[in-house]
């Protein structure tokens, strides 16, 4: 107990280290505006605008605010930011852009930038501001916790409101316009740059009328980007031509940042459910409904149908057997067409021997048995609206604690399976469970942050950060796997339903089909055919910046996931058992694991079909946080095949008679 309490002591301590901000659950607390000034307990006149990290489709790089040259906030201040935030790359900072409730204000100006072409210095700045316009990086600015969205009409006749909105664009050397070029006639000049220098902002607030509360709730907020030549710097005027800034830098250039801001009333919706208007106009939101029903229906069909075939045949074989093992003494022809018919009691005495390199399986299996618990909880968590978009970095939070603290079931896992395999390391097992595969990700996400740290981009990790992960890993995690490693080895070993011969039998000449490969390479089919639309989703979240928020039918898919994994791993095991092929071990984790190459080869096929990116540092980083994923995913999926054929061979082998 005393043990217990120290590293107790010591996980709060380190999570102490890492600035987290407090979360509202399942949301956060409204915040009321009225137009008096100063600020009271419970309603505040001045709006904040805060500014978040650049990034681009055409780049994995985010960029802080700061890196490229607009106006910066004279009293900086940075809002406390919690783990998941920061391993996302998120970097939020105040802005210059300060605006007072209620108040309307048209072309005001924020600063203004020269750059002259004399001088070294700017023409790195104007440089790097050009590179990120052909980029198409885009701002990502937020005011009460919620993005300002730039919304306009698709091809399709829907209005999509991105959270983000592009610094500028390029209108190349042969005239085309390229990204958000295309909104204006006006940007028509060859081989130049517009740069979106104005912002015409509103914002939409519920008055509060007949409400319990006092103020007013801010409900949404939009802008429109604009490109405008200013003139006189002390009479702004916010009609005019485009900012053009033009390829090659010959002439001094001085740029004006301005707004516009209006204040609308409405009290059609409410404070809960302001994100509807951003997430309901997310790209293909619609096709996502019904490619995922039609996905489920289809699974789960198919799910019906091996269920029912593998429990009629397996009813048919143990009665049968049972039958024969009673009149075997009568007819021993019966006992010998039954074992031709299926060979699967025939391999009893092999079937529970131990299999070569039991202690790197066990391993794997401690391994995916903690990330299969954390997947679960924090899917379950977020389907409850815990983890949702506005609770910024929740997600990973969740998912990284929930990491650190189940060490005890790897440890336990592991040691429990190694033990069974008669393995007397039990230090070295401890150990590989703790580190292996832990270290494996530390070191590919070590080597993706230092290239994030030699670019300069938003996205590499404080060596604070990186210290707290490690002490988070080796000052709990790893402890608690020793903890969970003890109580395993201290049970006694698992029993099997049936005694292991000495000898090992012969496997006879195997079809093609029940040879390990092919079974393997068929086994992951079905599993990745249900998650494969989902996944293209998520991968859009993550590589081409879009709101992923459907927690609810991801939840749905991992049970489905979880269905088909056990089945497709139980129907291809009977199957090798009955071609009296015994080594089911490693080919039961594998056949449900290799779901994870179909994913790496879909992460290929979405990388050059989908993605933009340019670079090769882009590149390396994109496939080396894939190989992440995958090697998540495999030690995910393989635990779920294994612990559901190891289910299924332990009850077939409890249930019949055995001499």
Request: aromatic share 16%.
């Amino acid at each position: 107990m005393k043990l217990l309490y120290l590293w107790a002591r010591l996980a709060c301590s380190l999570f102490a280290t890492i600035p987290v901000s407090g979360f509202y659950l399942p949301g956060l607390a409204p915040v009321s505006f009225c137009e008096e000034d100063g600020k009271t307990s419970d309603c505040q006149n001045k709006i904040q605008l805060f500014v978040n990290r650049l990034d681009s489709v055409e780049s994995v790089l985010p960029y802080e605010y700061d890196v490229f040259d607009f106006c910066k906030d004279e009293e900086e201040k940075r809002p406390s930011e919690n783990l998941g935030q920061v391993l996302f790359g998120e970097r939020i900072e105040t802005s210059p852009y300060k605006f007072k409730f209620g108040k309307d204000v048209s072309c005001q100006k924020v600063c203004s930038k020269s750059y002259a072409t004399s001088n070294q210095e700017d023409k790195a700045k104007l440089d790097f501001l050009k590179r990120g316009m052909e980029l198409n990086y885009q701002h990502h600015w937020i005011v009460d916790n919620m993005p300002v969205t730039w919304c306009y009409q698709v091809e399709d006749g829907q209005q999509y409101c991105n959270p983000g909105f592009p610094i500028g664009c390029l209108v190349t050397h042969e005239g085309r316009p390229k990204d958000a070029c295309i909104i204006n006639a006006k940007f028509n000049k060859k081989s130049t740059y517009y740069l979106f220098n104005h912002v015409d902002i509103t914002i939409t607030y519920h008055s509060g009328d007949n409400e319990n509360w006092r103020g007013a709730r801010l409900v949404a907020a939009r802008l429109e980007p604009q490109s405008i030549k200013h003139g006189d710097e002390n009479s702004l005027s916010c009609e005019g031509s485009p900012m053009e800034i033009p390829v090659d830098f010959s002439t001094d250039l001085k740029v004006t940042y301005s707004y516009s801001i209006k204040f609308e009333s409405t009290n059609a919706i409410r404070w809960a459910s302001r994100w509807d208007y951003i997430l309901v106009s997310m790209p293909h939101s619609n096709i996502q409904w019904f490619s995922i029903m039609n996905s489920l229906v289809i699974v789960l069909f198919l799910s019906g149908m091996v269920a029912m075939i593998m429990l009629r045949t397996l009813h048919k074989d143990i009665a049968r057997y049972n039958q024969v093992d009673q009149i075997h003494l009568h007819s021993g022809a019966a006992y010998e067409d039954a074992q031709e018919e299926s060979g699967w009691k025939q391999v009893h005495g092999d079937v529970f021997r131990p299999p070569p390199n039991g202690m790197l399986l066990a391993v794997f299996l401690g391994q995916g048995a903690q990330i299969f618990i954390m997947t679960f909880i924090t899917l379950f968590l977020a389907c409850l609206g815990f983890l949702s978009p506005a609770n910024r970095g929740a997600l990973m939070t969740c998912a990284v604690v929930l990491w650190v603290l189940l060490g005890t079931p790897a440890g336990y896992v592991s040691a429990r399976i190694y033990k069974s395999f008669g393995g007397e390391k039990w230090k070295t097992n401890v150990f590989l469970t703790a580190l292996l595969c832990p270290g494996i990700v530390f070191a590919d996400f070590f080597l993706m942050n230092l290239i994030l740290w030699v670019e300069g981009s938003s996205a590499a990790i404080p060596f604070g950060t990186l210290l707290a992960i490690l002490a988070l890993w080796f000052g709990i995690s790893v402890p608690l796997t020793f903890v969970g490693a003890f109580f395993g080895f201290k049970k006694p070993v698992m029993e099997h339903p049936v005694r292991t011969n000495q000898i090992p039998r012969q496997i006879p000449e195997q079809s093609f089909f029940t040879r390990p490969v092919p079974g393997i390479v068929m086994g992951g089919i079905l599993p990745f055919g249900c998650i494969f639309i989902q996944l293209f989703f998520i991968l859009n979240s993550i590589w081409s910046h879009q709101m992923y928020y459907m927690f609810g039918f991801l939840f749905l898919v991992f049970i489905i996931l979880l269905i088909t994994c056990s089945e497709a791993t139980i129907l291809l095991c009977y199957f090798h058992l009955c071609a009296e092929d015994y080594h089911w071990w490693w080919r039961s984790f594998l056949t449900s694991g290799f779901t994870a190459v179909y994913l790496l080869i879909y992460a290929v096929h979405y990388f050059f079909s989908k993605l933009q990116i340019q670079g090769a540092a882009s590149t390396i980083l994109y496939f080396g946080y894939t190989m992440i994923m995958v090697l998540i995913f495999f030690l995910f999926t393989g635990t779920i095949g294994f612990f559901a054929c190891f289910w299924f061979v332990n009850k077939i082998y409890s249930v019949v008679k055995v001499d």
